[in-house]
């Protein structure tokens, strides 16, 4: 194989997820927080395939695919929410948003 | 010869993906972080290309950057002012170490199962064929092996499409609610 | 089934029938008929008794023992114990005793609780404890034994506290129960070690198997004797009986006198195998016996409730039947438990006239003159107190004087124990001519005067009250005539199959026996009739040993009471509050506190809950790490 060994492409998807998980931690607005989730797929997606490369079949591939078209759905979904939080003119501030508080 | 040029291609597309995730996370304004998620996608084609993933990479630039992005970008702009600031997380300082901590711990652990624990198993990758990861390769998969996966991801997505649409609609006929 | 057979069960179980007739009746059967049902059916358990006893006449000496088992009762192991029903000598005498004086004190109670309250409790109490009493007599094995011994316990309790509402009387019925269970567990520990060495219980196998001249003979004998120094009150468990007191007169009368309390008598006499075996017990049983008579007999000087004189008078005399059984004179000790059954109740019952006449006053101090009032009565009382101190030619006499007679034959001992017993005739004398002149003689107190009632006519009492009284004292007059030392008696004869006396006095030691003991005792009355005659005014200040009966509740107190008292407040202000009490409440406040502070982490944050799947994330991939 020419070029990094899969070693570096898996590291290089740890890093990716790493980024995106603080990303997620620590940004208040519900978008940022979304495009930090599609950032921790791209990882996953990654990783999924320099592993599909390193075996010698495409079912990696084929999964990458699969987690790409979920991450489609979920970003529908997250976005429909925070359109129909915009029309409410609830405030886009995640700290805000604590009904949930047991 | 080739190995330098994919040694340096491996090289520049890494910096831009870091670089684009790092955008991301950090940027004040949603509609830059959109942007520089365009950025992430189109170096992660260019890695998916360097594994034989040359579908995958199509679907990628297509899928992702053609419509999620779009997508994402259109709410943004929708959203228009109420998205100006979207600022950081505010709380107790302990807990942003405490996410330093964890993110760190977890990334360390990765590199260290991956790269020091898997004893030499990840060194040597096989030989593939030409046609590795090419659409006939990958549409001989879904629909004989992975026919399941195939069919429940067209259900999930067409139970998302409805999603939407209920999403959208509920916020028009409950127009001016009071602030939950 | 033989005559003899049904007969006894027969006898046994018809107090039974009539105890569960009126239990399950409840207030359907009046009240009247709750008494009579009740005397009917002992009425019904002697006539058994009398047809056990006149066919057993019409059979050898030899073969004269029945038994009968209804069924195998517990089976455990190897081991067998029949619910099986022994008549023999021995048992029928003590079945016609309790049968026949039983009768006659059930039927005296008709008169004498008429207007109670709750009578039938009381008759159903009172059939259940004569059933309990000749389950005990007529049980063929130690295990019945011990139940009938229980339950006669039983009984004793739910009478001496027939009074419920009276804390005296509760408390009376709690002290019986406690010292007769102690009398119970010596008992229980014998019989264990009985069954270990001789794998049953039954008195055949008992005595042929039983270990001799060893430390178990020694403690199978002591335990038996601990039930029955319990039983019978004598020393060290005798506390109860007085307080017992409390209980109706009829119940004094009955338990306290003539049936209860001499089952520890019985209980020696039927396994006198054993104590044979163990002379040191035997010793010990005839020494009790004679410290118990003397201490009795003294404390007996100094009290002022008519029953409780006669209760000291009760141990006392069951005093000399320890001494009887002790020194091997069981026929002695027999005859003395049948007169005194006689003369006891007799006693008893004729008191009973008379607190009913006075409306419940049992202080003689503020009885005197009845003699005037109640001479039927005082001629009743006179009998039976001739009777117990042993002037021929009423029924003590006789008996007590074979006992007195046997203990010359014992040696150095034997004659200590005559001491004893000499001395104590004296003080019956005195007692009990203190108390005759007390109530009936003299002129008529302040208190009488006023408080007397009397039914119109010529009995002074409720006819059921009266004529049973004269019945006993018939028996007490002739009962004696039984049996007279050596020249007379078939009483030995009768009973030498099962309980041979040890000891046989000689003619000569039976007249100097007799002599002194009717000389004491008239001794005793002449000083008695100085003291209390006329002039009683010049009676002696009693001891104050005396007025508290020998200091023995106040060391029972301290030794037993305070010690337990003191523990369980300790143990309730240390222990329970803080420790129990406490610790519930402790629970549930810690559990409060820690959901208080476990709620915190809720705080709907997203974040937060991020974070914390992103740590745990983190710790599993370290475990898993770690243990590959």
């Not at chain 3, 002696?540 to 369980?568: C, I, N, S, T």
């Not at chain 3, 506190?593 to 476990?598: D, P, S, T």
């Amino acid at each position: 194989m020419h070029g990094p060994e899969v070693t570096w492409y898996v590291v290089l998807a740890a890093m990716l997820f790493v980024i995106g998980a603080l990303g997620v931690l620590v940004r208040r607005s519900p978008l940022i927080i979304l495009l930090s989730v599609e950032i921790m797929l791209n990882g996953s997606n990654l990783a999924l395939i320099a592993f599909a490369r390193h075996v010698g079949r495409e079912d990696g591939q084929i999964f990458a695919i699969a987690v790409m078209a979920i991450a489609a759905s979920e970003v529908v979904v997250g976005l429909g929410l925070i359109v129909a939080m915009g029309r409410r003119n609830v405030e886009l501030d995640v700290d805000k948003l604590r009904t949930l508080r047991g | 010869m080739a190995n330098f040029v994919v040694w340096c291609v491996w090289v520049g597309a890494a910096f831009c993906c870091i670089a684009s995730a790092l955008a991301v996370v950090t940027f004040s304004n949603p509609f830059f972080s959109a942007l520089a998620l365009i950025g992430n996608l189109a170096s992660l084609a260019v890695l998916y290309l360097l594994l034989g993933g040359a579908f995958v990479a199509a679907a990628q630039v297509l899928v992702y950057g053609g419509a999620v992005m779009v997508m994402f970008l259109f709410v943004i702009a929708y959203l228009g002012d109420k998205t100006d600031q979207a600022p950081w997380a505010s709380g107790p300082s302990w807990q942003a170490v405490a996410t330093v901590l964890a993110a760190g711990a977890i990334l360390t652990e990765i590199i260290v199962a991956v790269a020091l624990e898997s004893g030499g198993g990840l060194s040597h990758s096989p030989r593939i064929a030409g046609s590795f990861g090419s659409p006939a390769a990958i549409g001989r998969l879904f629909l004989t092996d992975h026919l399941i996966a195939f069919e429940v991801t067209s259900i999930v997505l067409l139970v998302a499409a409805v999603g939407g649409v209920v999403l959208g609609s509920h916020a028009r006929s409950l127009q001016g609610d009071a602030r939950s | 089934m033989r005559l003899i057979d049904a007969a006894s069960w027969v006898c046994l179980l018809a107090p039974l029938a009539a105890c569960a007739l009126i239990a399950l009746a409840g207030e359907r059967l009046g009240r009247r008929a709750c008494g009579l049902i009740s005397t009917a059916t002992t009425m019904v358990a002697f006539a058994a008794a009398v047809a056990v006893f006149a066919r057993m006449l019409a059979e050898p000496s030899a073969a004269r023992a029945h038994a009968t088992s209804a069924w195998t009762w517990l089976q455990a192991g190897r081991y067998h114990f029949g619910l099986t029903l022994l008549s023999d000598q021995l048992s029928v005498m003590m079945m016609l005793i309790v049968t026949g004086v039983g009768s006659l004190i059930v039927a005296y109670s008709v008169g004498y609780m008429d207007g109670e309250d709750e009578e039938r409790r009381y008759f159903a109490y009172m059939s259940l404890f004569v059933f309990s009493m000749l389950l005990l007599v007529q049980a063929g094995n130690l295990l019945l034994l011990l139940a009938g011994w229980g339950m006669v316990g039983l009984s004793s309790y739910l009478l001496i506290g027939f009074y419920q509402r009276r804390p005296e009387a509760v408390a009376a019925a709690k002290k019986a129960f406690v010292m007769n269970a102690f009398g119970d567990a010596t008992m229980a520990l014998a019989l264990f070690l009985l069954i270990e060495h001789t794998g049953a219980l039954d008195f055949a196998s008992v005595f042929a198997r039983a270990p001799r001249h060893g430390t178990v003979a020694a403690l199978i004998a002591l335990g038996l004797l601990g039930g029955a120094v319990a039983k019978s009150a004598q020393i060290p468990l005798h506390t109860w009986l007085p307080d017992a007191m409390e209980g109706p007169t009829p119940v004094s009368a009955l338990i306290h006198a003539a049936t209860m309390v001499t089952a520890g008598v019985y209980l020696i006499v039927r396994t006198h195998p054993l104590f044979q075996d163990a002379k040191a017990v035997e010793d010990l049983a005839a020494g009790l016996g004679a410290a118990t008579l003397l201490m009795a007999g003294l404390i007996a000087l100094v009290q002022v409730d008519i029953k409780r004189v006669i209760a000291y008078s009760t141990m006392s005399q069951i005093g000399y039947m320890f001494v009887g059984a002790g020194i091997g004179a069981y026929p002695s000790a027999m005859f003395h438990l049948m007169t005194h059954a006689f003369f006891k109740a007799l006693l008893f019952l004729a008191a009973g006239i008379v607190i009913h006449a006075l409306g419940g006053e049992q202080d003689i101090r503020r009885m005197g003159g009845l003699g005037r009032v109640l001479p039927a009565t005082r001629a009743l009382f006179l009998v039976g107190s001739l009777s117990l101190v042993g002037v021929p030619p009423f029924a003590g006499f006789f008996s007590k004087d074979s006992i007195i007679a046997a203990t010359l034959t014992r040696g150095a001992f034997g004659y200590c124990l005559f001491a004893v017993c000499l001395a104590g005739a004296f003080l019956t004398g005195l007692y009990s001519f203190r108390l005759y002149l007390l109530v009936f003689g003299g002129p008529q107190s302040d208190f009488a005067r006023e408080h007397l009632h009397r039914p119109e006519g010529r009995l002074e009492a409720p006819p059921s009250m009266v004529w049973t009284v004269a019945v006993l004292a018939l028996g007490a007059t002739v009962a004696g005539f039984l049996q007279f030392a050596r020249v007379w008696h078939p009483l030995t004869t009768w009973l030498a199959p099962v309980a041979a006396p040890l000891a046989d006095a000689s003619n000569r030691q039976e007249a100097v026996a007799s002599v002194a003991s009717v000389a004491l005792g008239l001794a005793g009355i002449g000083v008695a009739s100085v003291l209390y005659g006329a002039r009683r005014r010049r009676a002696p200040r009693p001891l104050a040993l005396l007025e508290h009966r020998f200091y023995w509740d106040e060391l029972y107190a301290a030794v037993f009471y305070r010690p337990a008292e003191l523990a369980a407040l300790g143990l309730a202000r240390f222990v329970e509050a803080p420790l129990i009490a406490g610790s519930i409440g402790e629970l549930s406040r810690g559990l409060r506190l820690g959901a208080g502070e476990l709620g915190r982490a809720q705080n709907g944050l997203v974040r937060s809950y991020v974070l914390a799947i992103a740590s745990g994330v983190a710790l599993l991939a370290v475990v898993f790490l770690s243990t590959r």
